[in-house]
């Protein structure tokens, strides 16, 4: 059958219009599955997985704005090339498939420009897992890499110098083994403190004792989340939050385990199982 003109143009048109109308499904579709709105700022973003927040200063300003919620509770998981024998990026992604909150960089042994292409990178898994890089020591490395926030020791930067270098919203925690350092770093203005060591430890060997009597005492005056470091495990984590403990620090409890993800997992349920009874 032959087609008139006027049934060929309205045939193609119908052809274009169906065409046009797929494109713009599809599109729609696409929108829909990676557009999110921020939970910092408001803003719509595109991003090609889950995330919450479009930028790192928006989950860091977030999670400072909301200190006593989940946010800053659980497995706060310490990566160190010295001891991720699976290496460090495996490592740190068991880690959070397991349900670390909180991932600590942490590299004595080389030179800072070494670190930072493999700081970044777990900073863009702490991203896509909904969780926050710390970087221990050094704030310019903490900087370049987009980590959330940084973690000093008693001799190293003061928490309020380190504030200046820091962006204003960034997260910084402060190492103390008496209660008396816990109290000058709260006043200071730090994030969250870090109580220990616990018990004996084989990872680091310069550490004082702390103790589940500090810890408690700690808890009776702290403001801010408390983190507790040295020597836990499954078996003792539970007396750990008793104690007072918002976060549970480990390396071992997780790298040395053959399934790292399920030695995270465990700890994970252990340690909110714990809060939700002590708390």
């Known amino acids: 059958m032959i087609r008139s003109r006027d049934e060929s143009y309205h045939g193609e048109e119908h052809m274009k219009e169906q065409s046009r109308y797929r494109v713009g499904k599809a599109f729609s579709d696409l929108r829909q599955k990676y557009e999110h709105t921020c939970q910092g700022c408001g803003k719509v973003f595109v991003a090609n997985n889950t995330a919450k927040f479009c930028a790192t200063a928006c989950r860091s300003k977030a999670y400072r704005q909301r200190k006593d919620s989940p946010g800053l509770q659980g497995l706060y998981v310490i990566v160190d090339p010295e001891f991720s024998p699976a290496g460090v990026l495996a490592t740190a992604e068991a880690a959070l498939k ?74 910084i925690g402060t190492s103390n083994a008496t209660l008396g350092e816990a109290i000058e770093s709260q006043e200071l203005g730090a994030d969250y403190i870090a109580v220990g060591r616990m018990f004996p430890t084989a990872t680091k060997t310069n550490t004082r004792p702390a103790g589940l009597e500090t810890l408690r005492a700690v808890r009776r005056v702290a403001k801010v989340p408390l983190v507790a470091i040295g020597g836990i495990t499954e078996g003792n984590v539970e007396a750990v939050v008793e104690a007072g403990a918002d976060l549970i620090a480990v390396i071992s409890s997780v790298t040395d385990d053959p399934n790292p993800v399920c030695a995270a997992r465990r700890l994970t349920t252990r340690i909110f199982a714990a809060l939700e009874k002590y708390r």
């Open 98 to 171: 397991g349900g670390a909150r909180i991932l600590q960089w942490r590299d004595k042994s080389r030179e800072k420009g070494l670190q930072l292409p493999e700081c970044r990178e777990i900073a863009r898994l702490c991203e896509r897992y909904d969780s926050l890089l710390i970087v221990n020591d050094h704030a310019d490395l903490a900087l370049a890499a987009g980590a959330h926030g940084l973690h000093v020791g008693q001799k190293d930067l003061p928490v309020d110098e380190a504030r200046s270098i820091m962006a204003s919203h960034s997260l």
